[in-house]
């Protein structure tokens, strides 16, 4: 499955973006799906996850600013961020978690203070 991200961009400190994650194939079968960020001279970090019966999963970090969603039908998954600030400036992937899928294009999100 390839997965491809969009719907980053430029952001004030504060503000929403809501990212989007298409497969070109199902994802039906992928018990976790998950959003993952990479920031400048850092690891790549696991954000968000959501099983598929819909169960979630935070890292305080992204906790009560995050909501990750994913509809089966649509093979998409979506990461809603609210609050955003600075130190959310990074590319975001979504991904399988575990790991399982190459990774894909990812999309920048860039939060000025």
């Known amino acids: 499955v390839q997965l491809q991200a969009f719907g980053g961009g430029l952001v004030q400190a504060g503000g929403s973006l809501r990212l989007s994650c298409a497969a070109s194939?199902?994802?039906?079968?992928?018990?976790?799906m998950g959003w993952y960020r990479q920031a400048p001279g850092k690891q790549r970090e696991l954000v968000a996850a959501?099983?598929?019966?819909?169960?979630?999963n935070y890292p305080d970090s992204a906790k009560g600013r995050f909501t990750i969603s994913r509809d089966n039908a649509k093979n998409t998954v979506y990461l809603q961020m609210n609050s955003l600030k600075p130190e959310d400036t990074a590319v975001y992937y979504c991904?399988?978690?575990?790991?399982?899928?190459?990774w894909g294009q990812g999309t920048l999100v860039t939060v000025s203070s």
């Open positions: 991904n399988s978690v575990p790991i399982g899928q190459p």
């Open positions: 194939g199902s994802i039906f079968n992928i018990n976790v």
């Open positions: 959501i099983s598929r019966g819909g169960n979630t």
